[in-house]
């Protein structure tokens, strides 16, 4: 589309018709005066000549500047292919603002493919999760009943158990990116449900020669189940993993602080602010292949939910102290 086509000029000379009236003005100003003070006329053509000459000038400047914003217009009407030729525009303004409408419909229609693709691959995903514990649970029960007491079977079993975990693991990561879901708290015998997990590792704890102090009875706290069962798995889970041939302690320091305490091979001090970090795994994760860095941010997101607090103090060599407290904060249903 060239520059002068009468589609841009008219715009042009509407958006200085103001100063067009004023010049007119101008002169029909001096003609009065010359009139008034019966002076020679041709001071009239002299003031006419200088006073259009300063406005030619001024619309020339003002055309270079519009030419500019046209030529921006343009450039923006190739990228997005939007055409004006079959649109009236009364404008450069109006024309800045079809091009936004268009951008703008552009850009709902890709948010809402963007959002179609990526929850059809959620649901694929969340699909694929639930199929592979099928197979798990089958090689699981092959093993349990097979009479094999080789290192090479409980390296299995445990492998199994790994497996299930990440499985676990990343539904559960799905559910937590889900708004909107409710929590059903109540008051839980925190006892039986760490029973419960022990109980799901306890192949762990054996083959890893790994001793167990648990000193918890019928104490109860106000919680979701479901979700503090997650969360004292993947704690746990970090604490086998780091302390074969040690020791995990687990109790209550108050009635509403949970201690989950190993003598594993500990964090250094540079990675414990990043420790709740998705990804992150640390000196330990880069050491230890079975390391995911998702296992402490999975848990700091459900703290948050619940409304809890969770800190990890560790010590190279020593072991590791996860703190859960279940004092009743500001519960986030929706983040």
């Not at 992150?280 to 079975?290: I, Q, S, W």
């Amino acid at each position: 589309m060239r520059l002068t086509k009468s589609k841009w000029i008219k715009p042009f000379l509407k958006s200085i018709r103001y100063q067009i009236y004023l010049v007119a003005i101008i002169l029909a100003i001096f003609a009065l005066l010359i009139w008034l003070t019966r002076a020679p006329f041709y001071f009239f053509g002299y003031a006419s000549q200088l006073t259009l000459a300063v406005f030619f000038l001024m619309v020339l400047f003002q055309w270079s500047r519009y030419k500019k914003r046209v030529d921006k217009v343009q450039l923006l009407n190739r990228t997005t292919h939007h055409s004006f030729e079959d649109e009236a525009i009364d404008s450069l303004d109006e024309a800045y603002e079809m091009q936004y409408r268009h951008l703008e419909k552009e850009f709902e229609l890709f948010r809402e493919e963007t959002h179609t693709k990526e929850k059809d691959q959620l649901d694929y995903f969340t699909l694929w999760l639930h199929q592979i514990k099928t197979p798990i649970s089958v090689i699981s029960l092959i093993l349990q009943r097979s009479e094999d007491d080789s290192k090479e079977k409980q390296q299995l079993e445990q492998e199994i158990i790994y497996l299930n975990n990440y499985t676990h693991m990343a539904l559960n990561y799905l559910k937590l990116e889900e708004t909107g879901k409710e929590l059903d708290l109540a008051e839980i015998k925190l006892g039986s449900v760490i029973k419960e997990t022990i109980k799901n590792y306890s192949l762990l704890f054996i083959y890893n020669d790994i001793s167990l102090d648990f000193n918890i009875g019928d104490e109860t706290v106000l919680t979701d189940r479901k979700w503090i069962q997650v969360l004292i798995e993947q704690i746990l889970s970090n604490s086998l993993k780091y302390s074969p041939g040690g020791s995990i302690k687990i109790y209550l320091s108050t009635p509403t602080r949970l201690i989950i305490e190993d003598t594993g091979s500990g964090i250094r001090k540079e990675d414990l602010p990043k420790i709740f970090e998705k990804g992150y795994t640390g000196l330990n994760g880069r050491l230890h292949e079975k390391s995911t860095g998702l296992g402490l941010f999975l848990s700091r997101k459900i703290c948050q939910r619940l409304g809890h607090t969770l800190t990890i103090d560790s010590e190279i060599g020593v072991g590791t102290k996860a703190t859960i407290d279940f004092t009743r904060k500001k519960l986030n249903f929706f983040d």
